[in-house]
Structures are given as structure tokens and as C-alpha cells.
């Protein structure tokens, strides 16, 4: 994950500086790179999932909770929260890709998976350094990333309006970011979603 960050911060000066020849080839390494964020990402998202699961039996186990086996398979999945920007950072790098040849739409789609980045580093310093959990006792405290990037793409569309560049890119972007943080409270709440959950989590580690 710190190689991509780098090269989001690297790719904008090589442009500006008229070093093409090496924007693309870290644009090529990206190719090799990419996946193999997305796998150890899911990795670690599966590995969550799996010790929420075993925490819950273990309580049961030991008379701590009871609760059925379905019910156990929907509370460890009711904080989709990584799988959600796993997949805004795949969405935003193909369609980042898909337009490799438009570098202006082509860096705004890099950018949005530049903001997925804020999720793990900006939740950490909210729940683990300020121990800041609920807002107001009921809202995740989560939902504050989630703000942060709609703010900041907002910020940005409203940027590239005045300065007259077309605002289709980033629009979509933020498009996709609401409808993934709407479907974020919407599904779980479906029965079939901890069966589902279950199932792309496999095999277990």
C-alpha cells in the first residue's frame, strides 16, 4: 500500500516535469502492483472476519452469549466498511485504467482511489488515538471518513467548475462513493447478507 501511495505522489510531478517516458512505466508497474494490494486487502479483510467469528463462538462456548450459527455469520459482517472501499479502490483504478489515454479524466479516477486511503489511516486515528467509537452514542464513528472524501470531492468538482474543466469525472466519483456509503447501511440489514458475506470470505485462513 505505501508503493501506491508513492506513486500517486510521484505520478503528478513526472507529468508537470514532462517525464513521460517514466510516468508510464510506473503507470505499467502499477499492472503488478495493483493486484497485489487488492490481495493481501482482501486478505486482511477475510482474516478480520474470520477472528469475529471465532470470538462470537468462543463466547458461546463459554455460556458468554447465545446466539444461532446465522446470526453469528450476520453480526461478523455488519461493519462492511473494508470490503466496501476495496472495491471503491478497484472501481476507481479500472476505470482509471479503461482511460489511460485521457490524462485528465485518468488522474481524477487515480485520485479517488487516492481517497480510499483515508478509511483505515483516518478511522485509526479516530478509534484507536482519540478512542472516538459512536458520535453521539449512535453513529460509527467511521461515517466521518466517509464525509471527509464526499467534502473533499465536493471541494474539488466545485474547483474544476470554476476554473471551467469539465466535472463528469469527479461527479461520477462522488456518485459512486454516496451509493456505496447508502448501500453500506442498506445491506446488511437483508438476511441474505451474511450468507453472502460468508461465502466470497471463503475459504477460511
Not at 458461546?60 to 472501499?85: D, M
Request: aromatic share 16%.
Amino acid at each position: 500500500m505505501s508503493l501506491w501511495i508513492a506513486m500517486l505522489i510521484v505520478q503528478p510531478f513526472l507529468i508537470k516535469y514532462k517525464k513521460l517516458p517514466q510516468h508510464r512505466l510506473i503507470g505499467r508497474l502499477s499492472y503488478f502492483l495493483v493486484p497485489l494490494v487488492l490481495l493481501s486487502t482482501f486478505l486482511v479483510i477475510r482474516l478480520e472476519y474470520y477472528t469475529r467469528i471465532n470470538n462470537f463462538r468462543l463466547q458461546i462456548a463459554n455460556g458468554l452469549s447465545h446466539i444461532s450459527e446465522s446470526e453469528i455469520l450476520k453480526k461478523s459482517c455488519n461493519n462492511p466498511n473494508g470490503l466496501f472501499f476495496f472495491l471503491f479502490f478497484a472501481i476507481f483504478y479500472v476505470l482509471g485504467i479503461i482511460n489511460h489515454h485521457k490524462s485528465s479524466i485518468h488522474a481524477r479516477y487515480m485520485l479517488a482511489t487516492g481517497l480510499t486511503l483515508l478509511a483505515p489511516t483516518f478511522d485509526r486515528i479516530v478509534e484507536i488515538d482519540f478512542r472516538i467509537s459512536t458520535i453521539a452514542g449512535i453513529i460509527p464513528a467511521f461515517v466521518i471518513t466517509f464525509l471527509l472524501i464526499d467534502f473533499i470531492l465536493i471541494i474539488l468538482i466545485r474547483r474544476d467548475y470554476k476554473i471551467g474543466k469539465p466535472i463528469k469525472t469527479l461527479t461520477g466519483c462522488l456518485i459512486i462513493y454516496v451509493v456505496g456509503q447508502i448501500l453500506y447501511y442498506v445491506i446488511p440489514s437483508f438476511d441474505w447478507w451474511g450468507n453472502f458475506y460468508a461465502f466470497i470470505m471463503k475459504p477460511a485462513p
